[in-house]
């Protein structure tokens, strides 16, 4: 069976979770790269969702799996 789109980050599998989010500076934090791509993530996000550029000026959310 096909588990959808993931990332390895952080040591945990990360799974892609609804649409592109327009990228915001004052909301959003660079906090790695992946393969030489910036991850980023919302200040202040309990729920550990991360972002990786998916378009010019857009970015891909991407949950932990559970």
Do not use: C, K, N
Not at 25 to 54: S, W
């Amino acid at each position: 069976t096909s588990r959808g789109i993931w990332i390895m980050f952080g040591g945990r599998r990360h799974v892609a979770v609804g649409r592109a989010v327009a990228f915001s500076a004052r909301e959003i934090e660079q906090i790695g790269e992946y393969h030489g791509f910036p991850v980023y993530r919302e200040r202040g996000d309990r729920r550990r969702t991360i972002y990786l550029p998916a378009a010019r000026g857009m970015l891909a959310p991407y949950r932990p799996e559970r």
